[in-house]
């Protein structure tokens, strides 16, 4: 750790006797707890996970193999989702929730990979508890981040959550998504405190607005479902959007509703 004294102190202190500066045994300060020794050089070079920005690279040992995280994105879609830890509840029902609809992520071009504050050990055998829970079939990996290497990368955790830490002095983990197009760019995060169970249905739905719109050029409305109307956006004129979508529908001047499903 860098000197918080300026560089003429030494020089200075040398001026006095030497049993001054010898410390006591009673005022040594404790250790500073592991995480927070990580957080105070991890902080530092940690990237702002902005929409748009590069996610992060890594690699990580998961349930399926050791991945190079761009190379396992690929030319795909990925949700990222974390959770605390192993054999908790809530994420015993998260992770049976997305086991199931996968297939309806497959079918949208879309990879799905967890993360957990464990070792693959015990990621095995939770899974195991997922399935018979759930009555489930989990397929996707699961990544081991005992160490919360990928968990500091990706900010997933919380201020509160630093004095919640475990046996190892690391804080846990907190419930994040990230979804990442297949040009590795963060296209939208969710974070959710431990306690709070994701909505599975909710994540699903917010990929189909993002490929949408990517796609035809649109906006979606408040809980907008594939198959309904769509925004036109301010930056298309009225007469051009009839002329790309056929149908607009002018509440305002600057509200205009069409239909990309047909």
């Known amino acids: ?32 707890p592991l995480f927070r020794r990580y957080l105070a050089t991890a ?22 193999g050791d991945i190079d995280f761009h190379q396992f994105i690929g030319d795909k879609w990925v949700v990222l989702f974390s959770h605390p830890a192993d ?34 050990g015990s990621h095995d055998r939770w899974i195991s508890d997922i399935n018979e829970i759930s009555n489930s079939n989990l397929q996707f990996p699961i ?16 201020q509160q959550d630093l004095s919640n830490i475990d046996e190892k ?16 760019k963060i296209r939208l995060t ?12 909710e994540v699903l739905r917010v990929v189909d607005s993002l490929q949408t719109g990517d796609k035809k050029g649109v906006t979606t409305p408040i809980d907008w479902l594939p198959g ?11 007469a051009d959007a009839k002329k790309k979508f056929g149908d607009v529908r002018e509440v305002k001047p600057y509200l205009r509703f069409t239909n990309v499903a047909k």
């Open 43 to 64: 902080t530092e070079e940690q990237p702002r996970l902005r929409l748009g920005s590069t996610a992060p690279n890594f690699k990580a040992k998961t349930t399926q």
């Open 143 to 158: 990544i081991a981040d005992a160490d919360r290497k990928v968990a500091y990368l990706y900010d997933m955790v919380d």
């Open 87 to 120: 054999f908790t509840p809530v994420c015993t029902t998260e992770l049976g929730a997305f086991a199931k609809l996968k297939p309806e992520f497959d079918k949208r071009g879309v990879k799905l990979i967890g993360l957990s504050a464990n070792d693959l």
């Open 169 to 184: 002095g690391i804080a846990f983990t907190i419930r994040s998504v990230f979804v990442i197009d297949p040009n590795k």
């Open 190 to 201: 969710m974070l959710y405190p431990a306690s709070t169970g994701r909505n599975s249905m």
């Open 1 to 32: 750790m860098a000197s918080v004294l300026p560089r003429a102190a030494p020089r200075a202190l040398a001026r006095f006797s030497a049993p001054l500066l010898r410390p006591q045994a009673s005022l040594s300060r404790p250790a500073t």
């Open 228 to 238: 309904e109307d769509v925004i036109v956006p301010p930056t298309v004129s009225t």
